[in-house]
Antibody, heavy 119, light 110 residues
Framework: EVQLVESGGGLVQPGGSLRLSCAAS????????MYWVRQAPGKGLEWVAS????????FYADSVKGRFTISRDNGKNSLYLQMNSLRAEDTAVYYC????????????WGQGTLVTVSS | QSALTQPASVSGSPGQSITISCSGA?????????VSWYQQHPGKAPKVMIY???NRPSGVSNRFSGSKSGDTASLTISGLQAEDEADYYC??????????FGGGTKVTVL
């Protein structure tokens, strides 16, 4: 069974840092491009970052560029998001998602982890 | 990185058909067939219903169908059922290797 389990969310003060993790199981993690997508409370979905299978190609949304870093460890079947200089507007549920092998779509999502940035 | 445009809400009675539109800039939609539609129930993760404009993943009801014309993609739900009540988001991969989402459409079954 495919599973993506996010962890690391919580309450952090503005300007602080947090590292999210996503543990993958049930599929060959190293064969899939992976993504972070977030959803602010009561709002829509927002793509955050992408990483290719070997980590060679990485892309960020303008809203997080220079503050967030996506990475992966294929040996540990894990995806990460290091978030620095956090702002109130970064408050959201953060989902990790897998891209379909043969299509440009997110075919499986984790259940998400909530990040709250507040003093 | 502008978002795609969707109506905020669409409603219909059980058994009816509804269509949700999704419009975007030419760089987002018209040149690529990479539009997806996601269904999200409250408190749950999104689930892909349509990908590459018209393709339906295994296990998704054939009551869901997708199409695209120029800068506008559409999701049609036929034979509307109570379980279809949810938020729906369109999304597209773009030429700049970024992903854009629509603002979401709340579907209400009357």
């Amino acid at each position: 069974e495919v599973q993506l389990v996010e962890s690391g969310g919580g309450l952090v003060q503005p300007g602080g840092s947090l590292r999210l993790s996503c543990a993958a199981s049930g599929f060959t993690f190293s064969a899939y491009d992976m993504y972070w997508v977030r959803q602010a409370p009561g709002k829509g979905l927002e793509w955050v970052a992408s990483i290719s299978i070997s980590g060679t190609y990485i892309f960020y949304a303008d809203s997080v560029k220079g503050r967030f870093t996506i990475s992966r460890d294929n040996g540990k079947n894990s995806l990460y998001l290091q978030m620095n200089s956090l702002r109130a507007e970064d408050t959201a549920v953060y989902y990790c998602a897998r891209r379909h092998l043969m299509a440009w779509t997110f075919d499986f999502w984790g259940q998400g982890t909530l990040v709250t940035v507040s003093s | 990185q502008s978002a795609l445009t969707q109506p905020a809400s669409v409603s219909g009675s059980p058994g009816q058909s509804i269509t949700i539109s999704c419009s975007g800039a030419s760089s987002d939609l018209s040149g690529y067939n990479y539009v997806s539609w996601y269904q999200q129930h409250p408190g749950k993760a999104p689930k892909v219903m349509i990908y590459d404009v018209t393709n339906r993943p295994s296990g998704v009801s054939n009551r869901f169908s997708g199409s695209k014309s120029g800068d506008t993609a559409s999701l049609t739900i036929s034979g509307l059922q109570a379980e279809d009540e949810a938020d729906y988001y369109c999304s597209s991969h773009t030429s700049s290797n970024i992903w854009v989402f629509g603002g979401g459409t709340k579907v209400t079954v009357l």
